[in-house]
């Protein structure tokens, strides 16, 4: 079997579909573990933004594998419907309503959140200065409902785009937590601005009250005295794993050993979407139903474009 194009795929997407992770994105939670050991005497998490589920997934497989399945509980929260996973409670909401923050906290007995984590972005455009802001205020809010939800000391781990205003997030995040890094797990693509901050030791300033109408997305700080002078803040970066792991950026044939004697079998996905919101244009462009553009030339008739040439001459 030759190693032509159509035999190479991206080695963490076939790995996911081979191990059961709803996504590849499963890997980078590892690799961040691994790294950070995040997952120590964590018994109370939440997934924000957790739609397919590959995140929860893993949250649900370590912190089960360490700890009574009636001491863990997991929270999964996305605006999106999510397929069942087993140990985890779903929640459908936003993560901006005050009402969210209330349902993942009675989940916990009234108690708080050990590890908040939010894989979440938006579609991207392709305009690096617009992606980042929007993931920016994304990141935002999902710290801002972290405010409410996660105990002192507790841990934050969110996607970032870097670019060139990235330290200004970085001030931001400094003000609730005594350590924030920058991590790049291995299964991350190079090619990709993004990255995670491993945000550690949820500490809030003196007399902040979270509510959510100040969803932190300006920088009204200066009743705390937090943002004074330069905002300019040095964050560590880490790249989780070294160099004789896979490389994201490659791809790799699909045989696993001898190529001759073992065949690569496909895996279907483990979850595919169960209603996503281009569901029905999706269906419509399988019948062809969609609507096309038309030319106005091709399709008037020999009158209708007579009398549009005379028009145009009579108005030079």
């Known amino acids: 079997m030759g190693k ?43 997934d924000l933004c957790a739609a397919p589920g590959s995140w929860s997934q893993v ?14 509980k997991i929270v999964a929260v996305d605006l999106q419907a999510m ?15 005050l009402s969210t923050a209330e349902q993942i906290i009675s989940h916990f007995d009234g108690g708080r959140a050990d590890l908040v984590v939010c894989d979440g972005a938006p579609d991207v455009t392709g305009l690096h200065d617009i992606d980042e802001y929007v993931q920016a205020q994304l990141i935002l809010a999902a710290l801002n409902i972290t405010t409410h939800v996660l105990k002192e000391g507790g841990t934050f781990v969110a996607k970032i ?28 693509r190079n090619s990709s601005i993004e ?3 491993v945000c550690e030791k ?14 932190l997305l300006d920088h009204s700080y200066n009743e705390l005295n937090q943002l004074e002078g330069s905002n300019r803040i040095i964050v560590p970066f880490v790249a989780c794993g070294d160099l004789s792991a896979y490389d994201s950026d490659m791809t790799y044939p699909l045989t696993l050993g001898d190529e001759e004697k073992e065949l690569y079998t496909y895996h279907p996905p483990t979850q595919p ?40 001459k009579l108005n030079e």
């Open 4 to 46: 032509t194009s159509k035999d190479k795929r991206d080695i963490y997407y076939r790995l996911a579909k081979e191990e059961g992770w709803r996504a590849r994105s499963a890997y980078k939670l590892l690799h961040i573990n691994e790294e950070f050991n995040i997952f120590n005497d964590v018994k109370r998490v939440v």
């Open 59 to 72: 949250l649900s497989k370590k912190l089960h594998e360490k700890n009574s399945p009636d001491d863990v």
């Open 83 to 97: 397929a069942p996973i087993p140990g985890v409670t779903q929640i459908q909401g936003d993560i901006t309503q």
């Open 161 to 188: 785009f870097r670019g060139k205003d990235i330290t200004l997030l970085y001030s931001q995040l400094r003000i609730f937590f005594k350590k924030v890094t920058c991590a790049k797990p291995r299964s991350s």
């Open 195 to 197: 990255a995670f901050v």
């Open 202 to 215: 949820y500490f809030p300033p003196q007399g902040y009250k979270p509510t959510m109408g100040n969803p």
């Open 273 to 312: 979407p169960i209603n996503p919101p281009y569901k029905q244009a999706a269906e419509m462009r399988r019948k062809d139903q969609l609507a096309k553009p038309k030319s106005l030339w091709i399709n008037a008739d020999s009158d209708s474009l007579g009398k549009g040439l005379s028009d145009l």
